[in-house]
T-cell receptor
Framework: NAGVMQNPRHLVRRRGQEARLRCSPMKGHSHVYWYRQLPEEGLKFMVYLQKENIIDESGMPKERFSAEFPKEGPSILRIQQVVRGDSAAYFC???????????????FGPGTRLTVL | AQTVTQSQPEMSVQEAETVTLSCTYDTSESDYYLFWYKQPPSRQMILVIRQEAYKQQNATENRFSVNFQKAAKSFSLKISDSQLGDAAMYFCAYRSARGGSQGNLIFGKGTKLSVKP
C-alpha cells in the first residue's frame, strides 16, 4: 500500500504566479489535511477536506488560497499570486473514515517545498 | 483554543544515553489524543508514539516511552539507548477526540535533537 504522495517535491515560482500542489492520499483514505511549515516552525493546520467537501478551513488565509478534494483524483492546494511569504513546506496528511485509533492517526506525505523568488 | 508548547528548542544526547523531551499543552477538553512525531532531515513526518488521554498507562514503543501527566497537562518523550538515527526534529502534537471539524493536529514548535557519537 503506497503512502501519501505529494508532487511536486520542489516548486519554484516567481511573485504573482500560481502554485498548484497535489496530494494523493493512501488507498482507502477519504480524509485529507493540509499543513504549512514555515522555516524553524512547527506545522500549522490549513484545511481539512473529505471527498468533495471542505470540512474545516479555519487555518487557511482568506485570500489567494483554495483547496479541493474531488471525487476522482488528488487533492489540490492552490495558491494564486504567490508572494515571498508563501515560501514554506506544505504537507498533506490522510486518514481513513471510521472510528478508533486508525481514524485518529494521520499519515503524512513527504511535503512540497515552495520557493517564491 | 488548544496550544502546545515545547520549551526546549535544542537538545543533545550522547549515543546510548537517555534523553527526555518536554511538552506541555493547554486544553479545556477531557478527551483527546497526544502524539510525538519525528522529522529527520528528509522532512518526512514519522509518527513515533501516541497516547489516549483517557488511558492512565503511559505508552511505550520499543526505545520510546512517554510520561503523560494529565492533571499537569504534560507529555514528555523519553528516548532510551539513543542512536545516531534518532537525530531529528521532534514535534509534540494534540488532537481533539471530538471528531467532526476538530480533526486537525496542533503542533508545538519542535525540539531539535542531536546525537553525539
Amino acid at each position: 500500500n503506497a503512502g501519501v504522495m505529494q508532487n511536486p517535491r520542489h516548486l519554484v515560482r516567481r511573485r504573482g504566479q500560481e502554485a498548484r500542489l497535489r496530494c494523493s492520499p493512501m488507498k482507502g483514505h477519504s480524509h485529507v489535511y493540509w499543513y504549512r511549515q514555515l522555516p524553524e516552525e512547527g506545522l500549522k493546520f490549513m484545511v481539512y477536506l473529505q471527498k468533495e467537501n471542505i470540512i474545516d478551513e479555519s487555518g487557511m488565509p482568506k485570500e489567494r488560497f483554495s483547496a479541493e478534494f474531488p471525487k476522482e483524483g488528488p487533492s489540490i492546494l492552490r495558491i494564486q499570486q504567490v508572494v515571498r511569504g508563501d515560501s514554506a513546506a506544505y504537507f498533506c496528511a490522510s486518514s481513513p473514515p471510521g472510528q478508533g485509533w486508525i481514524y485518529n492517526e494521520q499519515f503524512f506525505g513527504p511535503g512540497t517545498r515552495l520557493t517564491v523568488l | 483554543a488548544q496550544t502546545v508548547t515545547q520549551s526546549q528548542p535544542e537538545m543533545s544526547v550522547q549515543e546510548a544515553e537517555t534523553v527526555t523531551l518536554s511538552c506541555t499543552y493547554d486544553t479545556s477538553e477531557s478527551d483527546y489524543y497526544l502524539f510525538w512525531y519525528k522529522q529527520p532531515p528528509s522532512r518526512q513526518m514519522i509518527l513515533v508514539i501516541r497516547q489516549e488521554a483517557y488511558k492512565q498507562q503511559n505508552a511505550t514503543e520499543n526505545r520510546f516511552s512517554v510520561n503523560f501527566q494529565k492533571a499537569a497537562k504534560s507529555f514528555s518523550l523519553k528516548i532510551s539507548d539513543s542512536q545516531l538515527g534518532d537525530a531529528a526534529m521532534y514535534f509534540c502534537a494534540y488532537r481533539s477526540a471530538r471528531g467532526g471539524s476538530q480533526g486537525n493536529l496542533i503542533f508545538g514548535k519542535g525540539t531539535k535533537l542531536s546525537v553525539k557519537p
